[in-house]
């Protein structure tokens, strides 16, 4: 579902060829249970960022004049075997569904299938309001909406911060660990960003609030530490899990540029000491998506700084990749960054996003076919047209950058920050 990067790279009868082979061998009516977030993100997402690029094309008027929105369609028939998902007292969709029968097998519904994380749940309104909006139907972008209503209302009152796992009837907390890596990160990157796509203020409000508790109890400069969300001056741990990383690009995205620096600098360091950036557990286990996030946050330095010190960031992160993950069928995870040993296998968003990443990092604007600034990047690195929104463009935002493929929103009142030449910043590192 990742054909549409082909469009990117301006490489379209190649793209065109994806696109009959995806109408021709992809079907969605299998009897198999999958994950409801990542279906979402990955192949929901996929299929309407290579609507948005075939619709280009065609408008164009040279290529892709026989597409009658065949990708369209299948994204509907996807988005309607996800529906069942979200039949719940509360909103809350379960954590998998069946493609074919919903959610009546007992493996979609039994044990811990109760419970869900709050990137999982929250993780939904960009990609459903965009089916919506694309098809006229609204139901999609209701239930979407709906799970991330009941998402604030269930946020801790007091410090403003949602936990990491929540029971997806009873609404009650299960880990009430709140930080911004791995179970509620995209939670937080998809509120800003629903802002930026739909023009709806109360996206804003929402991430404006949770981010003042953020920036209040969970960062400590250059570090961003879980705390306990009814006791947020409580550590919940003392260690950063490595899925924080994209952090700092969506404080670029707000236009907080200092603590998204220090922090990016940070773990930047420990990328260059380890090759890669380890997840944080018994094993240093290799997550190709840390990469996309660091390689995401130097894009976004990149573009809003202009410093060039972001570009070697990318060149060492493009050098370890080849020295240490390439193998002759392509990239493999690491297993282990100490001693570089490899897993057998290459997820999908290491072609959705690495590769995206890299090639808008070092891509001039001539190098580009489209106007990126037209669109905004979901957290796997699709494009949905910024033509979605319901409010005029110019009203969205102050000002507009490209940014990792999707709108740098700097609000009025920071537009004349200054920000730090990344070369002058020293972060002191524990050995």
Request: charged residues 20%; negative net charge; glycine residues 6%.
């Amino acid at each position: 579902m990742h054909c549409f990067f082909l469009q990117l790279l301006n490489k379209t009868t190649e793209f065109e060829a994806a696109v009959r082979r995806v109408l021709s061998d992809v079907r969605l009516d299998n009897d198999i249970v999958v994950s409801v977030f990542e279906t979402n993100i990955r192949v929901l997402g996929g299929l309407l960022g290579g609507h948005s690029m075939a619709v280009m094309l065609k408008e164009g008027g040279q290529n892709m004049q026989w597409y009658q929105d065949e990708l369209l369609h299948m994204a509907k028939d996807l988005g309607l075997r996800l529906l069942p998902a979200f039949n719940t007292s509360s909103g809350l969709p379960y954590p998998r569904v069946n493609l074919k029968y919903g959610v009546r097998g007992p493996e979609t519904r039994t044990g811990t299938e109760t419970d869900t994380c709050t990137a999982c749940a929250g993780t939904i309104i960009l990609e459903f309001a965009a089916l919506s909006r694309f098809t006229g139907d609204p139901v999609f972008e209701a239930h979407a909406r709906r799970a991330l209503d009941f998402l604030w209302e269930k946020r801790q009152r007091n410090s403003n911060l949602v936990g990491t796992t929540i029971n997806i009837h009873s609404g009650e907390w299960v880990r009430r660990d709140s930080g911004v890596g791995a179970g509620i990160d995209s939670y937080y990157e998809y509120l800003l960003k629903a802002y930026i796509l739909l023009g709806d203020d109360l996206f804003l409000q929402r991430f404006n609030i949770h981010y003042a508790s953020i920036m209040k109890y969970i960062s400590q400069p250059p570090l961003l530490l879980d705390v306990h969300i009814h006791k947020p001056l409580l550590p919940a741990r003392t260690w950063m899990d490595s899925l924080l990383a994209f952090f700092p690009g969506l404080q670029v995205l707000k236009g907080d540029i200092r603590p998204a620096i220090e922090t990016h600098e940070m773990l930047y360091q420990v990328t260059k000491k380890h090759n890669f950036l380890p997840e944080v557990n018994a094993v240093f286990v290799f997550r190709c998506v840390v990469l996309c996030y660091s390689l995401n946050a130097a894009l976004s330095f990149s573009q809003a700084t202009g410093d060039p010190y972001y570009l070697e960031a990318g060149r060492t992160i493009l050098d370890n990749l080849n020295r240490f993950a390439r193998v002759p069928c392509g990239f493999a995870a690491m297993k282990d960054v100490r001693t570089g040993s490899h897993e057998d296998r290459m997820d999908s968003f290491f072609l959705a996003e690495m590769f995206k990443y890299l090639f808008l990092l070092f891509a001039e604007a001539e190098d580009l076919p489209f106007d990126v600034e037209d669109y905004v990047f979901t957290t796997e690195a699709h494009l949905l047209p910024l033509s979605l929104s319901t409010t005029p463009h110019s009203s969205l935002i102050s000002s507009n950058r490209t940014v990792t493929g999707t709108t740098l929103l700097i609000p009025k009142h920071r537009q004349s920050h200054d920000s730090i030449p990344a070369c002058q910043l020293v972060v002191k590192l524990n050995a």
